[in-house]
């Protein structure tokens, strides 16, 4: 009775019968962490509604309050979990495609939307974003970002002149205040610029690694050191042929950068780039990313589950993201997940204790993914939130529903010889070790077939309940040369370690 396991993630590139143990062939609304195949939890929406469909959302912490600032295509907000202030100013233009970049330096809030002026915020709820200091008015770049006491502006626009390969960065900024200067021609101060003109990709995001800030471009990237003296910085080009696909595509995570790029996802931690979708998930992630919403992508790190989230709008959708890619880098595994039309997302500290509440769960009692007077987020823990198309703030990893909506999560392997492709099998039975949320309905599924080509033929879908008398074998039948497994659920939380294959052999035709 052979066994396989399922928790190496999805190799989705590879042929199915050339997989080892431990890969699935395909996937959704599944992550795998610990050894184990496991259902997403859900996602709920927290905060304040939004009056509009956020674009940019940022955890932005100060002495007494931790914000969640979040930006309309016209106003900006900050929510501190339960009073929601507009703290817009000057109201905003640009459009949804016009991508938002933020950081902090010396404890004082920066944005940016490409098509305005950047603004700053204090965090004093009295007083409203303003333009930000000794910044020409004509000025507009595409991403803004803090490095030690620097701000950087990258791909520069001076009035009617474009810099695409252009890195400007301000005057030293005193500690709680902003740089007083980005005149790079005072030699009173040590603002500058550079120009990346080596390779002729545009520059488009940058993040701080170590100590050093990479700056990268559509096809390459660029170290920046600070080195002091006349110079303020050093740059060169870091190895690869590699870029970024749009702004905020790059998280940091225990080994380094892993960078969203234009035909790739990369780790590096300054030298040679490593491929992590390499012969798994590369040519399918790929196929499926939109050609005309390409650079909505954006990527968040879910430290909590040791992830890293690249979320993109499939082909044909209208613009927001509605997939995510899932990497857990602790056992480098891979699943998907089904995303709520998102536009952006950040991770910090959340506090919901006084609307995480027994009658405030919408969930059935199968659904229900928390113990009884169990609160499952502290006001210390650190969580994703995500803005939406819905015009609604999600708490990921919520819950048992998409919002109020059951979802389904399956796997599947397909084209299983064990180890001999002309053989004739007969599955008599399988037995899961599944564990769960008691009453949880699990469905199991196996087929066959006697060319990879020809496509599985599925048997009926039989009922295993979680935690019930009814564990343990599962009478599933198929024949074939090549068999297949798939276990999917529509509610409820559940894990898969592994399946035992009760097979009989029935000759070679």
């Known amino acids: 009775m052979p066994t396989l396991t399922f928790g190496q993630g999805l190799a989705i590139d590879e042929e199915s019968q050339e997989l080892g143990d431990g890969f699935c062939s395909n996937g959704l609304n599944v992550r795998f962490v610990d050894g184990y195949a496991q259902r997403f939890a859900g996602h709920a929406a927290v905060l304040n509604t939004p009056s509009a469909a956020a674009y940019h959302v940022a955890s932005y912490i100060t002495s007494t309050k931790n914000y969640w600032i979040h930006s309309t295509l016209t106003a900006t907000y900050a929510d501190d979990g339960t009073t929601k202030t507009d703290i817009t100013g000057t109201a905003l233009s640009g459009a949804a495609g016009d991508r938002f970049t933020s950081c902090v330096i010396g404890g004082v809030y920066v944005q940016n939307n490409q098509v305005q002026v950047p603004m700053s915020w204090g965090g004093d709820t009295g007083t409203d974003l303003a333009a930000l200091t000794a910044w020409d008015s004509t000025w507009r770049c595409k991403a803004i970002r803090s490095f030690k006491v620097y701000l950087i502006a990258l791909n520069v626009t001076k009035g009617s002149s474009a810099y695409p390969s252009m890195v400007k960065w301000s005057s030293e900024a005193d500690p709680g205040s902003l740089p007083t200067s980005w005149d790079e021609a005072d030699a009173t101060n040590n603002a500058g610029e550079n120009d990346l ?276 074998k599962v009478d599933a039948t198929a024949t074939g040369k090549f068999l297949a497994f798939r276990v999917y659920s529509d509610s409820g939380s559940w894990r898969l370690k592994s399946v035992d294959f009760d097979i009989a052999p029935m000759g070679k035709y």
């Not at 380094?256 to 992590?276: A, C």
């Open 197 to 472: 003109s080596e390779t002729s990709d545009k520059v488009v995001d940058g993040m701080a690694l170590g100590d050093v800030f990479v700056v990268y471009k559509e096809r390459s990237a660029y170290g920046m050191q600070l080195t002091g003296g006349t110079e303020v910085f050093r740059f060169f080009r870091l190895p690869g042929e590699y870029g970024m696909l749009s702004q905020n595509c790059v998280a940091q995570f225990p080994g380094g950068h892993v960078v969203f790029g234009t035909s790739d996802i990369v780790v590096h931690n300054g030298g040679e780039p490593t491929s992590i979708l390499k012969a798994r998930m590369r040519r399918w992630l790929y196929s499926r990313i939109d050609s005309t919403y390409f650079a909505r992508s954006f990527v968040v790190p879910n430290y909590a589950k040791s992830e890293v989230w690249f979320c993109y709008p499939v082909a044909g959708s209208v613009g927001a993201c509605t997939e995510a890619l899932v990497w857990n880098y602790v056992d480098n595994a891979f699943g998907v997940r089904t995303l709520p039309n998102a536009t952006a997302a950040t991770f910090g500290p959340i506090d919901i204790s006084s609307t995480n509440t027994w009658n405030g769960n919408s969930d059935a009692w199968n659904d229900a993914t928390t113990a009884w007077d169990e609160l499952d987020i502290s006001k210390a823990d650190k969580r994703v939130i995500m803005s939406s198309t819905d015009a609604k703030m999600y708490l990921m990893d919520q819950g048992g529903k998409f919002d109020t909506s059951a979802f389904r999560a399956r796997i599947e392997r397909t084209d299983l010889t064990f180890g001999d492709q002309s053989q004739v099998k007969w599955l008599r039975s399988v037995t899961p070790r599944i564990a769960g949320s008691t009453g949880a309905m699990v469905y199991i599924q196996v087929g066959g077939s006697f060319t990879p080509e020809q496509g599985v033929m599925w048997g009926t879908p039989v009922l295993h309940t979680v935690g019930s008398t009814q564990t343990g």
